[in-house]
């Protein structure tokens, strides 16, 4: 059709339209043919840190990113721009702009062509709502009949956030939202005034115009927007000419993708829900993401790590990390490894050494006997495969000592620990045909990296635990009267101790307490750590439960723990003072019952297998040793390990009683001199073990 005669057309047609209002026609049409909004509810679920900045979104069922625009979100510049370009009388006309279609039919009458357009914001939303593949007269007037809908249905500020939804940014980007995630990697609200002239621009033409694709165009674009608003005195030349002047760059970054696991069970749990709220904090979600990221770098490209970051004095799961890599095939990222069973190794230990304290059975200066114990059958082992003999409570947790450990779990019993454990919420499995025994205190039960972080919130909550979780609570939430796990007195009492860990190798020091653990079979690396209020939990090991060959909860896990704490940004807090009447006792004050602990009498040697005898481990029977010599000079002395036997021990060198004895298994020997020399040692039961060595300085350098 001929421009002029198409301008008649049009001309006619508005007449026909208002015809059709006035005759009451349209109520009927309206009726029957009411317009279709079902693409406004098609949006991408989104998933929200506790401030509702964006954490993970997933595309609609179109395959297009689409979000709701929010007006209060918006910059009002941009608004202003964006209506004084498409569309001035906005907020008076009804939806049809008769002084704009009469001037364009006007000048599409006298030039023979198209000058300046005449869709309202109303009109395009209609065309968005429901598009046709030409443009023609019967579209042209399908648009008006929807807009005069669309005012009828909803006001001015839902007709442009509806279009604000829609709008065409070029690929699968719909919305301004959308647009300036994927252009500019921000919110709109935060958009400059060259990114929002250049969004504003993008929609009239928006594969075309794409700065990804076409920045040249883009930018002529962006530019014509300003020189506009310019004119339009919208706003002052020199903004418009700073504006204009800044280079274009706005790649197509890709959405928000972390909390991947947490978003992906969010999204199973509530499919219907398009916008899931959470606990956790994006910029502490960035940093700890990077932690696990950077950890990896260190470790076998199978090997897969998990953290749990939370505020103990609430349960908010502030941070959450399934694994390093979701999309990785060799570490199996697509497993959430904060919600797997896996063996605690001696992660549980501070509970029954609280138990211990709460019962009043030791004090952390009580003496406790580490030494090959078989309790009815169940023989454990310290890691190491040695023993220390006489060693204070203080210090057989900070080493994690594996006898001491179960004797005072048989002191307080292992159905009162389990009990203990389900009063802390969480979810534990025994093995396959396994009753409740002294195996659970050296990880003989399965428990996840989420629920094990949260047992530890009782150590920043007087005993209570905190139940984690990364969903907000409803309002209707009611409190929850779980008695305590330990009562304070225990918790002030593990919680001293632990702040003595020494901090793993190439770590610096921090003011927290941290536990580490081992599974049997080295399947599994742990660390848990705590301030004042912060809970963090650290799981290295494979997904598929195999095993790992030296790795261990204090070299693999405990480094990334400290690295969590020290990256976090947050204000390490201090620990809760001492309870009232509690305080820290010498061996020397203690009262006779509680400087040493003894185990049952049901333990007795008769009761026991043999004990082994003493043997020296190291140096080995027949070896050639060098005598190493300090800066000065000075003869270095010889470390000797011993393994099994009763304590105390006696040491000879050479027939010379050392005045090194007593219930350690690691001395220092500063041999006589050179040549033979033998080394003996004999047990508290008269047992005794030697070993011949010869000893030489070492060659001189050549």
Excluded at 380 to 401: C, E, R, T
Excluded at 513 to 518: E, Q, S, V
């Amino acid at each position: 059709m001929p421009m002029p005669l198409f301008g008649m057309v049009l001309s006619l047609g508005i007449l026909l339209l208002v015809a059709l209002c006035s005759w009451g026609g349209f109520a009927l049409f309206d009726r029957f043919n009411p317009p279709p909004l079902g693409k406004l509810s098609d949006l991408s679920v989104e998933v929200v840190d506790h401030d509702g900045a964006l954490l993970r979104a997933y595309t609609n069922e179109a395959g297009q990113w689409r979000f709701a625009a929010n007006l209060d979100e918006l910059d009002p510049e941009f608004v202003s721009i964006l209506l004084a370009y498409e569309d001035k009388r906005f907020w008076t006309h009804g939806g049809v702009d008769l002084q704009a279609i009469l001037r364009a039919s006007w000048q599409l009458l006298t030039n023979g062509r198209i000058i300046s357009g005449a869709s309202t914001i109303s009109m395009q939303l209609a065309r968005l709502l429901e598009p046709r593949e030409k443009r023609t007269f019967t579209a042209k007037f399908w648009q008006m009949l929807r807009a005069l809908q669309l005012e009828d249905r909803m006001s001015k500020r839902e007709i442009l956030t509806a279009y604000l939804t829609l709008a065409p940014y070029g690929g699968n980007l719909e919305g301004i939202r959308a647009a300036s995630l994927a252009y500019f990697a921000k919110e709109p609200k935060e958009l400059s005034l060259s990114e929002a002239a250049l969004l504003v621009a993008l929609p009239q033409s928006p594969e075309a115009r794409r700065p990804d694709i076409s920045p040249r165009r883009a930018l002529a674009a962006r530019n014509t927007v300003l020189e506009r608003m310019a004119t339009a005195g919208v706003m002052p030349q020199s903004e418009v000419d700073r504006a204009s002047s800044k280079p274009l760059n706005a790649p197509r970054h890709p959405m928000p993708q972390l909390a991947a696991h947490a978003a992906d069970r969010m999204l199973a749990e509530a499919p219907d829900r398009q916008r899931h709220p959470t606990t956790l904090d994006r910029a502490l979600q960035e940093k700890m993401e990077a932690v696990v990221r950077d950890a990896t770098g260190a470790l076998a490209p199978n090997l897969s790590v998990a953290l749990v970051l939370a505020d103990g004095s609430n349960g908010d799961i502030l941070a959450e990390v399934g694994s390093p890599d979701y999309l990785s095939a060799e570490r199996s990222g697509w497993i959430d490894m904060t919600r797997k069973m896996r063996s605690p190794g001696s992660a549980l230990k501070p509970f029954i050494y609280g138990l211990a304290f709460e019962e009043g059975l030791v004090q952390a200066e009580t003496l406790i006997t580490d030494s090959p114990v078989n309790f009815g059958g169940y023989r454990p082992k310290n890691f190491d495969m040695g023993y220390q003999g006489d060693v204070s409570i203080h210090d057989a947790l900070l080493m994690s000592l594996n006898v001491p450990a179960v004797a005072l779990l048989d002191a307080v019993g292992p159905a009162r620990l389990m009990e203990r454990l389900k009063r802390g919420d969480v979810e534990v499995s025994l093995p396959k045909g396994s009753d409740v025994g002294l195996a659970i205190g050296l990880g003989g039960l399965g428990i996840t990296l989420k629920d094990l972080t949260q047992l530890y919130t009782a150590f920043v909550n007087d005993g209570r635990v905190q139940p984690l979780r990364d969903i907000p609570p409803n309002g209707d939430d009611a409190q929850d009267p779980r008695a305590p796990l330990l009562d304070q007195t225990a918790v002030w009492h593990v919680s001293d101790i632990l702040q003595d860990a020494t901090p793993p190798e190439g770590s610096g020091k921090l003011a927290i307490a941290y536990k580490t653990g081992t599974s049997y079979g080295y399947r599994d690396a742990w660390s848990v750590g705590f301030d004042g209020r912060y809970v963090i939990g650290v799981w290295v090991g494979k997904p598929d439960n195999s095993a790992v060959p030296g790795i261990t909860g204090r070299t693999a896990a405990a480094p990334i723990l400290y690295d969590a704490f020290a990256r976090t940004g947050l204000t390490i807090e201090p620990f809760a003072p001492a309870p009232l009447g509690v305080k820290r006792q010498s061996f020397a004050e203690l009262p006779p019952t509680q400087k040493h602990f003894r185990l049952s009498p049901l333990w007795s040697e008769a009761s026991s297998v043999p004990e082994p005898a003493p043997r020296i481990s190291y140096p080995p029977d027949g070896a050639k040793i060098e005598l190493n010599a300090t800066a000065n000079g000075a003869p270095m002395p010889l470390i000797v390990k011993l393994q099994d036997g009763r304590p105390p021990f006696r040491w000879l060198g050479n027939g010379q009683v050392f005045k090194a004895n007593g219930h350690k298994r690691s001395i220092s020997w500063l041999p006589d001199g050179q040549g033979q020399s033998t080394l003996t040692v004999i047990d508290a039961a008269g047992r005794a073990d030697s070993v011949s060595v010869f000893l030489q300085r070492p060659a001189p350098a050549p």
